[in-house]
């Protein structure tokens, strides 16, 4: 059965983002009452144009690390969405301080939040990052290693908190380590914009982009679609149903923590495609897309540059937890999401 969120009250935070927005209007489209708490940082009014003309949308203006603000967007809903944070392992290496602030600070303020408002499940963005140095692929969720990067640290560290509430509040919680996620709406611009749009962008005006390195780091490039189906199951699975598949999966995969008949859910699932590309590859993939556009676009020669401080080299996920437990199965290939991505920019960036 394919578990989705309807007819309820969800408090979606950095619900402008990109990630954030597009959850917002699935949620809306189920007929959920949505509340957006952001505080634009990095969200963009923009991106909020459908839902404010829907009647069961309200846009709070406000900051995470505001515990009052947390406690006012909460109220009264039956789920939290928790996205809002500051991405990028390149912002978090030049200003630790605000990554940790809004990253941990903010999260366990809305983490205390939902607590107190008595709030049925908290998901929220956990990150692929966790994973740190550990080499083995594909990366399964109970094995990681040493994180390279601040904000890999405040990812990690989130989720311990989560784990922490879950056992002493009795609050359940679920984390999603998304996996390089792409699609509509991700914004190209800006020193922290993400590696897919940032290429988009620079090819759809002739210039070359820039990869950190040889261009053989790989990725598990993942479509916003697919984020959108994992965020509903991980709030709509049912509590006796997590809890059987969670055993049922515990059976299968020698080493994965087990969990007491008594004890509150608290888990990390992957949300990626399950599949890797390179970076070369993923050029050459967006070249032959853009080019159905513009034949100018195949010539453009690649740049390489030096590697970037934190990265990790390569990155595929282990989706089976979240198949078995949530019943996640990716709705888009990557090769499919390229060309919506591609098909998205071209529309809204000429």
Not at 105 to 119: Q, R
Not at 297 to 306: D, H, K, M, Q, Y
Not at 314 to 321: D, G, L
Not at 325 to 344: H, M, V
């Amino acid at each position: 059965m394919n578990y989705e969120v309807k007819h309820k009250k969800v408090l979606v935070t950095g619900g402008a983002g990109f990630i954030g927005s597009n959850l917002v209007d699935s949620l809306l489209d189920n007929g959920n009452t949505v509340v957006c708490l952001d505080n634009f940082s990095t969200g963009k009014i923009e991106n909020l144009k459908d839902a404010q003309s829907n009647p069961n949308f309200t846009l709070k203006e406000g900051d995470i690390r505001d515990r009052n603000t947390c406690m006012e967007a909460v109220e009264g809903c039956d789920y939290v969405l928790h996205q809002a944070a500051l991405g990028s392992v390149p912002r978090s290496i030049e200003d630790p301080i605000t990554s940790t602030e809004v990253n941990i600070i903010g999260f366990v303020n809305m983490l205390f939040a939902a607590k107190e408002a008595g709030v049925k499940r908290f998901v929220y963005a956990a990150s692929s990052s966790t994973y740190g140095d550990h080499k083995a692929l594909p990366k399964v969720e109970h094995v990681i290693g040493n994180s390279l990067s601040p904000y890999a640290i405040t990812k990690y560290v989130d989720e311990l908190f989560a784990k922490n509430f879950s056992d002493i509040y009795g609050i359940e919680t679920v984390g999603l380590r998304y996996f390089n996620v792409f699609g509509r709406r991700q914004d190209p611009n800006g020193a922290y914009a993400a590696v897919i749009p940032k290429f988009i962008s620079s090819l759809m005006k002739h210039e070359s982009p820039i990869i950190n390195g040889d261009g053989s780091n790989s990725r598990d490039f993942t479509y916003i679609d697919n984020v959108i189906q994992a965020n509903q199951l991980a709030v709509a699975v049912p509590t006796t149903v997590f809890k059987e598949r969670l055993k049922e999966y515990q059976n299968q995969v020698p080493g994965v923590p087990g969990i007491s008949e008594a004890a509150t859910i608290s888990e990390v699932f992957n949300v990626a495609y399950g599949e890797s590309s390179t970076l070369n590859e993923l050029v050459n993939l967006l070249k032959e897309e853009l080019n159905t556009f513009d034949s100018l676009i195949a010539e453009i020669p690649v740049v390489f540059g030096p590697e970037r401080r934190g990265d990790v080299p390569h990155s595929m996920a282990s989706i089976e937890k979240g198949k078995v437990i949530l019943g996640y199965k990716p709705l888009c290939s990557f090769s499919l999401g390229l060309k919506r991505a591609c098909d998205w920019y071209w529309e809204n960036l000429n």
